[in-house]
Nanobody
Framework: QVQLVESGGDLVQPGGSLRLSCAAS????????MGWHRQAPGNQRELVAT???????NYADSVKGRFTISRDNAKNTVYLQMDSLKPDDTAVYYC????????WGQGTQVNVSS
């Protein structure tokens, strides 16, 4: 049974930082491309960042220079370090795992507000 469990979402002021974590089980983690996506109310889900099994990272233009994705294959965990947060970053953040198919977590809420 595949499980992706996100954590770390919170309420933070603009300019602040958060680190999201996604713990995976039931998959051969080091084979998967891992990703973070987000969905704000009334919007479609959008890609935030991905990291390949080789550690190559890609980012949406809106988060480049502010967010960093990383992975720890020994812990079956992917992280998203979010700095210089803006109100537009408010969304539910979802973890994904892609190899022969895509698995999704249930999401963690991030609110950026003063």
């Amino acid at each position: 049974q595949v499980q992706l469990v996100e954590s770390g979402g919170d309420l933070v002021q603009p300019g602040g930082s958060l680190r999201l974590s996604c713990a995976a089980s039931g998959i051969m983690f080091d084979r998967y491309t891992m990703g973070w996506h987000r969905q704000a109310p009334g919007n479609q889900r959008e890609l935030v960042a991905t990291i390949t099994r080789a550690g190559n990272a890609n980012y949406a233009d809106s988060v480049k220079g502010r967010f960093t994705i990383s992975r720890d294959n020994a812990k079956n965990t992917v992280y998203l370090q979010m700095d210089s947060l803006k109100p537009d970053d408010t969304a539910v953040y979802y973890c994904s795992a892609q190899f022969n198919r895509v698995y999704w977590g249930q999401g963690t809420q991030v609110n950026v507000s003063s």
